[in-house]
């Protein structure tokens, strides 16, 4: 290859598809790309993305903390108390139940299994609980019980993807990104849309529950360490000032902007912000995650410990986030997967392990956040992924442990704040939990529930991907009325 | 208030007594037209028109005797002044006379008695209706609004007007505030002339009295005033009052009236001394007009630069509460800077602003006056602030605020009691500030409205009992639990005792416990005669010599037949055991068999 040949060459490597159109003489390239692209972006790009948008009408609910419990915690063990089924436990299934049913690992005939745990009536509105949920108990008459819920899936990372995108197919924007896309957020220093997450494991849907599908990167969930550094390299290496980032970053800018006006990718524009973002937040970041300087009094409510990575903290953090204008907070805690296949997934000793790690701090934050009057304005939503069948899962025949499989006909989930019509229990199962039998709430109808809280018409709510309009209930979803206060 | 019909007054009477009212305007203006008609023809030019007197007065005559018949008729249900009745009365009958004399004596060509008698008549009918118009109005309804030098010529009484009240507190509620009520509601009727249903409301003494189906108002408790409850009655109600038709009281007054009686209906207490809850302070202020008036927000195109400059200038996010309202709300927590001198910058955005946070914000007590302007406020934060009470004066002013988060301020019990004038609040964040828990449940029991919560659930009990009134309850009787399928008992026998033919299943009779089986009917017959020999011919020894229970020996007749076999037992209670629980017994018998196999 001559010299000539090889300039060429390096020439060609550089050039790509979108420089070509970009630079076509007549046009016809930049105006295929605008196509491509999103319109109202390209209109007029806003100067700053994630500024407050008015919502379609007035909002009962202002943010969002969502506690996604992932492995589907078991209704029957927690919160819809079934004396049938503990009669009938042992006892083979009957077949009109398991006729055409696919189970993620029951096989053969499976036994029915009554809750091993104690329930008690609490509060002024007699909400039935669990016994492992001492501290819920506490707060009752804040939190509207839905134990109607039903999903579409049973496995976990779709049925994950479901709750939070709408769809069980990956590449769909999460509810935060919606919610943030839609609303924007009122705290430039911090992103809208903040994720933690707790258990020693991630959700089995990965960073997609987070994701922001096909709307600009700019709406996904920012995922902090609840230890450490929250966000990794946050603070500056040794010998480096502000002032130094300052001026990398000003340049750095600059190139991405000369980039936005010769290609008018949005996903540049997400990329300044995003550098901006980053700026800001090594200062309120820092300040944010001091949880050490909360008084003893509220360590105590919530049972947090500073410096260690928990759900409790998680909880505290999730707070001050939407003290500091976080529009969306998602909390994932795993473990909640009781199989009944060893010690940390027995339905007596694995879920008492993990209600003992968690309740005490979201009635805390039910707590703390009325106290200070942001209940009001803060919608809390609890709950898992699917439920968990009414019988004994059994994988390996071992009688040391019980558990259930995965049971997308029928959960339970929790509400509170924002809107929420307190002290209520929505929906009701059959005798046994299997099946909803009054007032079924869909998937796609809490997320239209959320939305409507949140000032917005889940109909309307939408992004032009791929030559159609997308919107995160697809082409469903009823806003439940009877849950709204 | 109904009015007690004397029993004796036949119904049609007051059916057409109710036409006086309406036939009373004929003959005043068949009289008055008559009357300008004469005075016309006067003039030559006009003269033929006397030519119509003759029909006119025909006219006049019938409509003024009907009018008095009528009135006669409407006088019987009473309920008015006596005196004023009696003098339209006669003043009326006069009238009718009058019409008669002129019509007579122009029938008999006599036209001086005739213009005599029609200017006394017109004379005597502006008498007659003058006492018509006040048993109807009020006596001092024409002269009520007359001008000073006018009534002064009347001798109508000069009351000094009503002192206009500049401080709400001060005004005196019963001459002040209630009785002006009163007086323009409900003494139409309720006067000393005309005592509808007995009732006075013009004086507190008569008032208190109450009318004559007892008093209507019950010291200190509204609830059970009829005065009160009567006001609220759906207009269509017969017992509604005023009635419809009549000018009604506003929602404010009918609080006022409320509040008045619920503090005992006193003749000379201040409004401060009553200590009005905010409902009352609100509609007391509408009512002196002292209540600032509504500031309707601005469009929020025109504030828009505004809106950005500032949220930039001040770093604060100041954004529309939705797309279809003109609200704004602006956040300022977020800067924690933001302290008097940014709040005073906010003022172009006044008559926008609904939610306003200022929370853990450098705001101070002498910065807080502009908020006192943001009347529409509906929302507002001042948590983890410097406010004191000397602050909350400023709050005190928001009208329309739902919600206050005060927590982490230096509130106490004394600034709480500057809120009660907030009547819309619904939330109030108090947590860390010095306020008791027990100055906080006395200020929310002080601020709520019991009037109309006590309303509500009067309603709720209504709607129950219409519920109640609207569902068929059937009764059908106890369900009897279904018969138990009949399960062919088999029976002890294959051969009829009495033929010696195979039984037949359908045909048997239990007879102590045992089933035994026929061939037909017959045999059933025979043996429901006599059924020793039958007994005797089967042999129905039991299978077993000892009571499966309790071991010992069996008693023949204490058998029970059971899947063909006879058992026996010792006792009544053990075969009651074997009816209950079979099983494990049928198990110890068997076991029992092939022991002694």
């Not at chain 2, 118009?133 to 009503?162: F, N």
Request: proline share 7%; hydrophobic share 40%.
């Amino acid at each position: 290859m001559n010299p000539e040949q090889h300039i060429l060459a390096e020439r060609l490597k550089v050039i790509t598809r979108r420089h070509f159109f970009a630079r076509c003489a007549s046009g016809i390239g930049s105006l295929a790309l605008a196509s491509l692209a999103n319109r109202s972006l390209l209109a007029a790009a806003p100067a700053n993305p994630l500024a407050p948008k008015p919502s379609h009408f007035p909002a009962r609910a202002k943010r969002i903390i969502f506690f996604h419990m992932a492995g589907g915690p078991s209704q029957l063990d927690l919160f819809d108390y079934k004396p049938a089924l503990i009669k009938l436990s042992g006892q083979e299934c009957p077949e009109s139940y398991r006729k055409g049913e696919r189970f993620a690992f029951i096989k053969g005939i499976p036994k029915l299994l009554g809750t091993p745990h104690a329930f008690a009536r609490h509060g002024q509105c007699g909400a039935e609980l669990s016994c492992m949920l001492p501290h819920l108990a506490t707060v009752v008459d804040d939190i509207a019980i839905v134990k109607s819920m039903h999903t579409t899936q049973f496995n976990h990372a779709p049925a994950q993807l479901f709750m939070h995108t709408g769809s069980p197919l990956m590449g769909r924007p999460s509810m935060g990104a919606w919610l943030t896309y839609g609303l924007g957020t009122e705290n430039q220093d911090l992103p809208g849309f903040v994720v933690l997450a707790s258990g020693g494991k991630a959700p089995d849907g990965g960073s997609s529950l987070w994701g922001s599908g096909f709307v600009p990167t700019v709406y996904q969930g920012v995922q902090c360490r609840s230890q450490g550094d929250p966000v990794l390299y946050v603070s500056n290496p040794p010998g480096f000032t502000p002032a130094d980032r300052r001026r990398s970053l000003d340049t750095l800018n600059a190139l991405n902007r000369m980039q936005l006006d010769e290609i008018g990718d949005p996903e540049t524009l997400t990329r300044i912000e995003q550098y901006e973002l980053a700026y800001r937040m090594q200062t309120s970041v820092p300040e944010l995650m001091e949880i050490a300087k909360e008084p003893p009094a509220i360590h105590e409510l919530y049972g947090t410990e500073p410096g260690k990575a928990s759900f409790a903290n998680n909880c505290l953090l999730a707070r001050r986030l939407i003290e500091r204008g976080v529009r969306f907070v998602s909390l994932f805690d795993w473990g909640w997967d009781s199989h009944g296949t060893a010690k940390n997934t027995d339905i007596r000793s694995g879920l008492q392990a993990q209600c003992d790690n968690t309740d005490r701090a979201c009635a805390a934050l039910v707590k703390d956040l009325k106290q200070r009057g942001l209940l009001d304005d803060t919608l809390i939503v609890w709950g898992g992924e699917f439920g968990r069948t009414p019988m004994n899962e059994d994988r390996h025949k071992n009688p040391a442990f019980i558990g259930r499989d995965h049971h997308p006909h029928a959960f339970t989930m929790w509400l509170a704040g924002g809107g929420i019509r307190p002290g209520i229990t929505y929906g009701a199962t059959d005798e046994i939990g299997y099946r909803v039998v009054e007032n079924p709430v869909h998937v796609h109808d809490l997320q239209a529930t959320i939305l409507h809280l949140m000032g917005l018409d889940h109909t309307k709510l939408t992004y032009r991907f791929q030559g159609r309009d997308f919107r995160l209930t697809d082409v469903a979803g009823h806003v439940v009325k009877e849950l709204l206060a | 208030m109904p009015i007690a019909t004397p029993p004796s007054v036949p119904e049609i009477v007051l059916f057409l007594g109710r036409f006086h009212p309406l036939l009373v305007h004929l003959p005043i203006g068949f009289l008055c037209l008559l009357g300008l008609l004469e005075a016309l023809a006067r003039f030559p030019r006009l003269k033929p028109l006397a030519h119509g007197r003759g029909v006119i007065l025909g006219l006049t005559l019938a409509a003024a005797a009907f009018t008095a018949a009528c009135g006669l008729m409407l006088a019987q249900a009473g309920g008015y002044d006596a005196a004023l009745l009696q003098s339209h009365q006669w003043a009326g009958i006069a009238v009718a006379v009058g019409c008669l004399l002129a019509s007579f004596t122009h029938w008999r060509g006599l036209t001086r008695a005739y213009y005599g008698s029609l200017i006394v008549t017109l004379a005597v009918l502006a008498v007659a209706s003058h006492y018509g118009g006040s048993i109807t109005h009020g006596r001092d309804y024409l002269t009520q609004y007359a001008p000073e030098p006018i009534r002064e010529l009347l001798g109508e009484e000069t009351a000094p007007a009503p002192a206009k009240v500049a401080v709400v507190e001060e005004a005196v509620v019963f001459t002040q505030v209630v009785q002006p009520i009163l007086k323009a509601k409900c003494a139409g009727c309720h006067n000393a002339d005309k005592l509808k249903g007995g009732l006075r409301v013009d004086t507190l003494e008569a008032l208190l009295q109450g009318g004559q189906s007892g008093p209507v108002i019950e010291k200190g408790d509204a609830a059970k005033s009829r005065l009160v409850n009567y006001l609220h009655l759906p207009v269509t109600d017969d017992k509604h009052m005023p009635p419809a038709g009549k000018p009604q009281p506003t929602g404010d007054e009918m609080a006022v009236l409320a509040w008045w009686i619920d503090a005992g209906a006193p003749a000379d207490k201040t409004v401060a001394e009553l200590k009005p809850p905010a409902r009352v302070t609100r509609a007391l202020e509408t009512m002196f007009g002292t209540a600032e008036p509504d500031m309707p927000p601005q469009k929020l195109a025109d504030l828009q630069p505004g809106i950005e400059k500032l949220s930039a200038e001040l770093s604060v996010s100041i954004a529309p509460l939705s797309q279809t309202e003109p609200w704004l709300a602006c956040n300022a927590s977020l800067n924690t800077n933001f302290g008097d001198a940014e709040l005073a910058k906010l003022a172009p955005l006044k008559s926008n602003l609904r939610w306003l946070d200022l929370g853990g914000t450098k705001i101070t007590d002498a910065g807080l006056a502009p908020v006192s302007e943001l009347r529409n406020l509906t929302r507002l934060h001042l948590e983890r602030t410097a406010v004191t009470d000397a602050g909350l004066a400023c709050v005190a002013k928001l009208r329309n605020l739902e919600y206050l988060n005060l927590y982490g301020t230096a509130t106490s019990d004394a600034g709480l009691q500057q809120l009660r004038r907030l009547a819309k609040l619904q939330k109030l964040y108090l947590w860390q500030t010095k306020v008791t828990p027990d100055a906080a449940k006395a200020f929310a029991a002080d601020i709520t409205d019991k009037q109309q919560l006590h309303r509500w659930r009067q309603e709720i009990e209504d709607i129950k009992a219409k519920i109640r009134t609207a569902t068929l309850d059937i009764n059908v009787g106890a369900q009897l639990p279904p018969a138990p399928a009949q399960v062919a008992a088999k029976p002890v026998n294959d051969k009829c005792p009495v033929t010696g033919k195979p039984v037949d299943l359908a045909k048997t009779v239990t007879h102590e416990g045992k089933v035994i089986a026929f061939c037909c009917d017959k045999c059933v017959a025979c043996f429901q005669q006599n059924p020793k020999p039958l007994l005797a011919k089967l042999n129905l020894t039991p299978i077993n010599a000892k009571c499966p229970v309790t071991g010992k020996d069996v008693d023949p007749a204490k058998t029970v037949s059971h899947e063909g076999k006879v058992i026996g037992f010792c006792c009544d209670k053990c075969v009651a055991c074997f009816k209950q629980d079979p099983k494990p017994i049928l198990t110890k018998l068997n076991l029992q068999a092939i022991a002694t196999k």
